[in-house]
């Protein structure tokens, strides 16, 4: 006979409770206004910059997230900085809020298992991101056809929608570390004030230090030093995720880093990557990426295992 108890039981159940909470919220609908405003700014902008400046271009999808016109920036910079907030925003008080509402004894003594709230929030939220960049995605994807008056093809889809997963990537990663700061500190506060300085050293503070460290070490304008600047860059997201999005919106990429004048022999500049070399690419960068979810994950899931109730 089949068992009644799994180790999944009541996943559907956190996961949909979740989804409603994330997506009814007054901070979600303020978030997803602003996403949705700033993105239709910069896709008129780059609209109006394609008709002007674009002449022949057989990847003119991609260039509506990368074309700007001053002041306002490209899409990509939004998707930026947007995203990451959006996760903060999402994971902060995702279980601390428990503690303080004094609802989580109520939930575990139902047969729920901790890993499965833990997986459930984290579904949810993951549910409730991907409602959010489809429309978005749906939005570029329109004002294409109606600025160009032609479907995309089948390559430059495929580059949005990777880079879409990416994009998902990156604000999971966010949530996971407004989560697990959520389950150290038992002030929502607290746990807001973490994750929004860690994303500020992240994404302001650590290019000049791997800058000042590659410097002291490798000395000035040398070669060893360029590249100890790109691996301690690297350790942020936030490069990891540029890179992935210049390899995947950019075809003519081909390196990512410092690159010797005998790498580029015989190599046609220029000339667009295919799809698969484009992956090949970033497969470093996404295997990070990753990792760094299971890692976020599984350091939550042992904190809050440790926890008294």
């Given amino acids: 006979m089949r068992r009644n108890d799994f180790a999944l039981r009541g ?8 989804l409603q909470d994330f997506t009814g ?3 979600m609908v303020i978030l997803t206004a602003l996403i949705l405003i700033t993105a239709a700014s910069s896709l008129y902008t780059a609209t109006n910059t394609m008709k002007t400046v674009v002449s022949e271009d057989e990847f003119l999808l991609l260039s509506l997230f ?3 016109r001053n002041p306002v920036p490209s899409l990509l910079s939004f998707l930026s900085f947007l995203v990451p907030l959006t996760g903060i925003a999402m994971g902060f008080d995702v279980v601390n809020s428990e503690f303080q509402n004094r609802t989580l004894k109520r939930v575990l003594s139902q047969p729920i298992h901790r890993d499965v709230l833990l997986f459930g929030k984290a579904v949810g939220a993951l549910g409730a991101m991907t409602v959010v960049l489809l429309a978005l995605w749906m939005l570029v994807i329109g004002s294409a056809m109606l600025v160009l008056g032609l479907p995309p093809s089948t390559e430059q889809v495929a580059r949005a929608l990777a880079f879409y ?3 998902l990537a990156f ?6 570390v407004a989560m697990f700061f959520s389950v150290v500190f038992r002030q929502q506060a607290t746990s807001a004030l973490v994750s929004l300085g860690l994303w500020l050293l992240l994404t302001v503070f650590w290019s000049m230090i791997a800058q000042v460290v590659a410097t002291a070490v490798g000395g000035v304008g040398s070669f060893q030093a360029a590249r100890l600047e790109v691996l301690l860059s690297r350790i942020s997201p936030n490069t990891l995720f540029a890179e992935s999005a210049l390899a995947l919106l950019s075809p003519s990429t081909r390196t990512l880093g410092v690159v010797m004048f005998t790498q580029l022999e015989g190599a046609l500049m220029g000339s667009p990557l295919p799809f698969g070399q484009s992956l090949l690419l970033i497969w470093p960068q996404l295997s990070a990426l990753v990792a760094l979810l299971v890692l976020l994950f599984t350091a939550s899931y042992v ?3 440790r926890q008294e109730l």
């Fill in 303 to 305: 904190v809050f295992q």
């Fill in 165 to 167: 997963g990416v994009t």
């Fill in 171 to 176: 604000g999971m990663f966010w949530f996971l």
């Fill in 11 to 18: 996943l559907r159940v956190v996961t949909v409770k979740e």
């Fill in 25 to 27: 919220s007054a901070r």
């Fill in 66 to 68: 990368t074309l700007s």
